[in-house]
């Protein structure tokens, strides 16, 4: 998705507990503006919240939504922090973060956005080797912001992570 009047465009990533991905992308260079939230669910939930996507029953990931520049960061650079940031053999968990909520996926809202996706993951195979990645490719549904306390949740704690 992109915005012709402010020049930004929207992507969408799944990468186990919304928390890391949120701050992570939020530092990068042409980030925008970042926000978690919830996608790729049951079309009948109109505002999922997060006790029902815990529920295993919406079938909702945990997703941050990015806004950013691309005349100051490229989609391609986001992929490739995409990558890095989580692990993207793992089916439903992220370390002890285990449920379909916290799956890989990547959410295009362009079909340049598709075909960059196309040619990043298979860097990213060849990289990896034999391990298989699983990550989910997709074109972007509703996006649903999660409750305002899970906003910036890291920051507003002065943390830098979720995990020990």
Known sequence: MT?????????IFAAGCFWNPELYFSKL??????????????????????EQVCSHE????E???VTFNPEKT????LLEGFWKIHDSTQINR?????????RSAIFYTTEEQKVEIGFSLKVEQKRLGNKKIVTQIKPATQF????EYHQKYLEKRGMKSCHV
């Open 3 to 11: 915005n012709k009047l402010s020049k930004t465009e929207i992507a």
């Open 29 to 50: 260079p042409g980030v925008v503006k970042t926000r978690v939230g919830y996608i790729d669910g049951d079309p009948k939930i109109k505002k999922p919240t997060y």
């Open 58 to 61: 919406t079938g909702f990931a």
């Open 63 to 65: 997703a941050v939504e």
């Open 74 to 77: 490229s989609y391609k650079k």
């Open 94 to 102: 992220q370390g002890p973060d285990i449920g379909d909520q916290y």
């Open 144 to 147: 649903f912001p999660a409750e």
